[in-house]
């Protein structure tokens, strides 16, 4: 069992930065495959980035490539998405997943945070 709270949420002007943090719970989570998703009102969970369980590997959606970054501290139980270039697109509620294997679509994860706000003006 793995249990995540995300953090770091808030309210940014289009152009800025931000830097979302997912705390697990548990001895096991270096064997998780990490992943970040987000949904926007009315729209359907949509993936954003995936790490690997050791950190050397991932994988990104072409509408966050070049601007997000997703990496993972083991020791502290953490993983993190840093976002920059932020657009008013990018307005979502985000989610960190727990998965034992690497997936673009949420059914891939078996564990979910509660989300965090993400809001973007432009």
């Known amino acids: 069992q793995v249990q995540l709270v995300e953090s770091g949420g808030g309210l940014v002007h289009a152009g800025d930065s931000l830097r979302l943090s997912c705390a697990a719970s548990?001895?096991?989570?270096?064997?998780?495959?990490m992943g970040w998703f987000r949904q926007a009102p009315g729209k359907e969970r949509e993936f954003v980035a995936t790490?690997?369980?050791?950190?050397?590997?991932?994988y990104y959606a072409d509408s966050v490539k070049d601007r997000f970054t997703i990496s993972r501290d083991n020791a502290k139980n953490t993983v993190y998405l840093q976002m920059s270039s932020l657009k008013p697109e990018d307005t979502a509620v985000y989610y960190c997943?727990?998965?034992?294997?690497?997936?673009?679509?949420?059914?891939?994860?078996?564990?979910w945070g509660q989300g965090t706000q993400v809001t973007v003006s432009s």
């Open positions: 997943a727990a998965g034992r294997y690497a997936g673009v679509t949420p059914r891939a994860y078996d564990y």
């Open positions: 790490i690997s369980w050791s950190g050397d590997r991932t």
């Open positions: 548990g001895r096991t989570f270096s064997s998780y495959v």
